[in-house]
């Protein structure tokens, strides 16, 4: 038999796996121009209307906007 939690247990067990967000040294993204990962420069956190978090900036390699999404918390830059 399978036991189901409940959403309150679900939102207990993931709180505590700790969390989100994007460390200064992960700041990648794809640059389409360059056709390969890049740093982004100068990066920015911004939040969508859908309320998911992403880190805009510029390409380290072609200095075109790159975007990254990183979730539902709030990156820490």
Known sequence: MVHKRSKAQNRA????????????SQLTAYD??????VNILKPMAVKLKNGTWAVKGKSSATGNT??????????TL
């Open 66 to 75: 790159v975007f990254r999404l990183v979730g539902k918390t709030k990156p």
């Open 13 to 24: 067990i993931h709180a505590k796996k700790g969390g989100g967000g994007i460390s200064a």
């Open 32 to 37: 389409v121009a360059a056709k390969k990962k």
